[in-house]
């Protein structure tokens, strides 16, 4: 951004990819390759820390607009824009993070002990959040509708957060992992009395299976849980850990933490951080899938007699 303002640049346009599966230049960011039939990634300017003055207006087009005016310059031919772009800037909480939204199904002998579900209730600004995140949070309230209306009542306490200022950085997730669970080189008392923590942030595709984040220990226990529901597609169980969502936060604090596999569909190429992700995009079908086996899960580690084995720490240890 100095450089462009030092050699005079008033403003930035960047494009897309030609299609849903092809990227654009090698120079973009992802974010900004998936561009197609009006899709629009609306995310750009910078660091989201810095001071507005020091930045300057970037605008994504579609593919279609942007190599126009490509194709004129190489001709030779001036291009001028008019731009009129009007943006409002909305001040943060006062904690900078906003705020989680919790709530728990109280457990019987061992209720002292909790099983942990969540999903991110924020969402980009280009539209309503429906596949990011809106569709998880649903999902996981799902799940403890299902569970109250059986009348059947968890060993364990079952509890759900929906948190706040993902998109910021998994604020919501971290701040609360570390207040109530420290951190995993000096953990408070409720740390160890986490049997699991399973998100979900994928989308409104079908769960197909489980991230097990290379906690080996869970996969003899995993795979007697997914036997009943491979009628329902579930079949896979991850070694590899995945990031870039609110699992890590506990994940990080020493709790045996989780992703669900999902079925993308359009999520990558179409409704992920676009003004397409809108409720129009949401599969209800998928989303009963969904909640009825993150259902399975949940029961099966709230009434399981050990908790869930935890990874051993970085460098050895517990």
């Known amino acids: 951004m100095r450089f462009y303002k030092t050699e005079g640049v008033a403003a930035l346009f960047d494009r897309g990819g030609e299609s849903d599966t092809t990227a654009g230049g090698s120079d973009l960011t992802w974010q900004q390759q998936r561009i197609d039939g009006g899709t629009f990634v609306v995310q750009s300017g910078g660091d989201r820390n810095a001071d507005p003055r020091t930045l300057m207006p970037q605008v994504t087009l579609a593919v279609e607009h942007y190599n126009r005016m490509v194709r004129l310059l190489e001709h030779n031919v001036p291009v001028k824009v008019d731009l009129d772009l009007r943006v409002k800037y909305v001040d943060e909480a006062p904690t900078g993070g906003g705020f989680n939204v919790v709530g728990e199904i109280p457990g019987t002998d061992k209720a002292d002990e909790i099983v942990l579900i969540g999903a991110h209730f924020d969402s980009w600004q280009g539209a309503t959040g429906a596949t990011d995140n809106a569709a998880g949070c ?13 009348g059947l009542r968890p060993r364990r306490t079952i509890r759900i957060g929906l948190w706040g200022a993902e998109e910021a950085g998994l604020v919501g997730s971290r701040t609360y992992a570390t207040e109530h ?31 097990m984040q290379q906690n080996t220990a869970v996969e003899p226990i995993f795979r007697q849980w997914i036997a009943p529901l491979k009628d329902l597609g579930v079949d896979i169980l991850g070694p590899r850990s995945v990031s870039q969502t609110d699992h890590t936060a506990f994940d990080g604090v020493g709790i045996p933490a989780f992703q669900f596999v999902q079925e993308r569909y359009e999520y990558n190429s179409r409704t992920h951080h676009t003004n397409m992700d809108f409720l129009d995009r949401v599969q209800p079908a998928d989303m009963k899938q969904i909640a009825t086996v993150a259902a399975v899960f949940v029961w099966q580690t709230a009434n399981r007699e050990e908790k869930l084995p935890r990874k051993p720490a970085p460098g050895g240890g517990n």
Do not use: C, H, Q
């Open 138 to 150: 649903a999902a996981m309230m799902e799940v403890l509708r299902i569970l109250k209306s059986t």
């Open 181 to 211: 669970f420290g951190t995993r080189a000096e953990p408070k008392p409720e740390n160890p009395k986490v049997a699991a923590y399973f998100n979900l942030d994928n989308g409104t595709g079908k769960i197909r299976g489980i991230w």
